[in-house]
């Protein structure tokens, strides 16, 4: 799988807007597909239109729900780091491994 890695750390994609997931709603598609797709990637950092987004979204993924691009945005994540992506209703967060308060039995 490509990626975008800069500095040691690798692009992840994830919608923080509350509403729609991007990679959490699209169940069709594989998590990393979504998350990491380089030439996504390269438009939010571009700064390009959302209108443009969509239209490579669409061409990429058919059928993809494409609610959660509205405020798609990259976290840059330490390469060899394990993270999820949370969603809640909508708001996906990047969650580090090392951030998350395990609890032990």
């Known amino acids: 799988m490509d990626r975008v890695v800069k500095d040691g750390h690798v692009a992840v994609l994830h919608s923080p807007g509350y509403g729609a ?11 990393e597909e979504l998350m990491f797709d380089p030439g996504l990637v390269n438009l939010v950092l571009a700064g390009k239109k959302h209108e443009e987004i969509v239209v490579y979204a669409t061409l990429k993924w058919p059928g993809a729900y494409i609610g959660g691009l509205s ?9 060899g780091t394990r993270f999820q992506i949370r969603d809640d209703d909508g ?3 990047v969650m580090l491994c090392d951030d998350i308060d395990w609890i032990i039995a």
Not at 71 to 79: N, R
């Open 21 to 31: 997931g991007w990679s959490t709603w699209n169940i069709e598609y594989s998590d």
């Open 71 to 79: 405020e798609l945005a990259v976290k840059w994540v330490p390469v």
């Open 91 to 93: 708001h996906e967060d």
